[in-house]
Structures are given as structure tokens and as C-alpha cells.
């Protein structure tokens, strides 16, 4: 028989603000975020950045006409192998413009978020 273990993970939503210039600078060897695109008024897109770097990232197409700013959640490095799942459970309570087809959960964590 055997046994699953559910792990509980609790995330504030309430992350740094940067620009998506800064990316590619002070924030380019970061790893294990949660990237939140949002204008002032309105949540546009949720991704993930898992084990490469942050500077390597690069907005999907659609945004590239959009003026927006990043919020990004760090993800301690034990939790790094869930972002897709923790990525979308945030994409959940957050309803973005656009979703995001890469995120997916198998169902073996629960994910809490705290705004």
C-alpha cells in the first residue's frame, strides 16, 4: 500500500513591485518567483520562473503592447519543484486577464492564499 503525503503551503500575495526593465538588472539571478504582470487597475497575466534565472525571462507576445509592472513572490527552494501548482492556485485568486496555459497541479499540495 502505499501512502500519500498532502502538504499544506500558505503564500501572501503581497510581493516586491519592479518594473519589467529591472528584470533584466538587479533582479536577473533570482529563481523560485511567482511573477504577477498587473497594471494599476487590473491583474493581466500569473507566471512562474523555476530553477533558471529571472533575467532570462522574457513577457509572452500579447503584453508587449501593454504598459505594466511586475509583483514577484519569492518561493523558498524546498517548494521550487510546486510553482506551477502554487503559480496557479494564485492565478486563481487573483482572475487575470489572460490565463496561463502552463500552469498545472497534480493535486498533491494545498495551497493557501493569504492576500
Known amino acids: 500500500m502505499r501512502s500519500v503525503i498532502f502538504l499544506l503551503l500558505k503564500i501572501k500575495i503581497k510581493g516586491e513591485e519592479i518594473l519589467p526593465s529591472q528584470i533584466k538588472g538587479k533582479m536577473a539571478y533570482e529563481k523560485n518567483a511567482v511573477l504577477i504582470a498587473k497594471t494599476p487597475a487590473r491583474v493581466l497575466f500569473v507566471d512562474f520562473v523555476g530553477q533558471c534565472c529571472l533575467g532570462s525571462y522574457s513577457p509572452p507576445p500579447f503584453l508587449s503592447s501593454k504598459m505594466f509592472y511586475y509583483e514577484i513572490i519569492y518561493i523558498p527552494e ?32 494545498t495551497v493557501l492564499i493569504e492576500k
Do not use: F, Q, T, W
Not at 501548482?85 to 489572460?98: D, F, G, M, R, T
Open 78 to 109: 524546498e517548494y521550487s519543484k510546486y510553482l506551477p501548482c502554487i503559480a496557479l492556485e494564485v492565478e486563481k485568486s487573483l482572475n487575470p486577464l489572460y490565463r496561463n496555459k502552463r500552469l498545472y497541479c497534480d493535486g498533491e499540495i
